[in-house]
T-cell receptor, first 113, second 112 residues
Framework: DVKVTQSSRYLVKRTGEKVFLECVQDMDHENMFWYRQDPGLGLRLIYFSYDVKMKEKGDIPEGYSVSREKKERFSLILESASTNQTSMYLC????????????FGEGSRLTVL | DQQVKQNSPSLSVQEGRISILNCDYTNSMFDYFLWYKKYPAEGPTFLISISSIKDKNEDGRFTVFLNKSAKHLSLHIVPSQPGDSAVYFCAADADSWGKLQFGAGTQVVVTP
C-alpha cells in the first residue's frame, strides 16, 4: 500500500513564525502535491512538483514556498505565518503515468495565533 | 472561482436507502472525474472515477454517472451503510498531471 506520511498532525504557531510541513511518500511517485482544505471551499492546490527540484504554483501559492530535494520528500514552507493560513494541509502523491488518483496523507492541522 | 461545485453541503439518508450526491463543473477541458471520501482526522481516499468518454462507471455499491452536455456528474451509493457517513469530494482533472480541482464537499450522514 502507498503510504504518504505527514510529519506533524497538529501544530500551533504564532503570527510571523516560519513553519515547515514535511511530507514523505514511500512508493517512488514522481508527482507530489500540497493542498489546503477549508470549510465551504474544499481542497485547493497550493503547489505541486513533478520531479526533484521541480515545482509549479497551484491555485493559491501566495504566502507559501516548497522544497523537493529528494524524490520521496516534499516540504511546504510558510515564511511568515498569518492567521489566514490556519487550515488543514494535505500532502498527496501520484505516479507520473496518468491515473488522476491521488494518494493523500492524513493531514496537518495548523493553527496560527 | 470554483470550477467544480457541490451545491449540497449535507445529505442525510436512512440505512439501506440510496444516497445521491451531485456535482457540477464549468471547465469543458476536464476529461477525468473522481470521487473521494474523507473521514474526520484522515486524508481523503479515492473512491471511484470516470473518464469523459464514458457515461457510467460502477464499482460495487458505488456508481458514478456523467452527463457531459450538462456538465454534471453524480455518485449513487446503494444501499447506504452507516460506514458511508463521511464527507465526499468531487474532483476533476484536465491535464493529466494530477492537478485536481475539488468541490467543496458533501457531508453524508447515514442513519440507522
Amino acid at each position: 500500500d502507498v503510504k504518504v506520511t505527514q510529519s506533524s498532525r497538529y501544530l500551533v504557531k504564532r503570527t510571523g513564525e516560519k513553519v515547515f510541513l514535511e511530507c514523505v511518500q514511500d512508493m517512488d511517485h514522481e508527482n507530489m502535491f500540497w493542498y489546503r482544505q477549508d470549510p465551504g471551499l474544499g481542497l485547493r492546490l497550493i503547489y505541486f512538483s513533478y520531479d526533484v527540484k521541480m515545482k509549479e504554483k497551484g491555485d493559491i501559492p501566495e504566502g507559501y514556498s516548497v522544497s523537493r530535494e529528494k524524490k520521496e520528500r516534499f516540504s511546504l514552507i510558510l515564511e511568515s505565518a498569518s492567521t489566514n493560513q490556519t487550515s488543514m494541509y494535505l500532502c498527496a502523491s501520484t505516479p507520473a503515468r496518468r491515473t488522476g488518483e491521488l494518494f493523500f496523507g492524513e493531514g496537518s492541522r495548523l493553527t496560527v495565533l | 472561482d470554483q470550477q467544480v461545485k457541490q451545491n449540497s453541503p449535507s445529505l442525510s439518508v436512512q440505512e439501506g436507502r440510496i444516497s445521491i450526491l451531485n456535482c457540477d463543473y464549468t471547465n469543458s477541458m476536464f476529461d477525468y472525474f473522481l470521487w473521494y471520501k474523507k473521514y474526520p482526522a484522515e486524508g481523503p481516499t479515492f473512491l471511484i472515477s470516470i473518464s469523459s468518454i464514458k457515461d457510467k462507471n460502477e464499482d460495487g455499491r458505488f456508481t458514478v454517472f456523467l452527463n457531459k452536455s450538462a456538465k454534471h456528474l453524480s455518485l449513487h451509493i446503494v444501499p447506504s451503510q452507516p460506514g458511508d457517513s463521511a464527507v465526499y469530494f468531487c474532483a476533476a482533472d484536465a491535464d493529466s498531471w494530477g492537478k485536481l480541482q475539488f468541490g467543496a464537499g458533501t457531508q453524508v450522514v447515514v442513519t440507522p
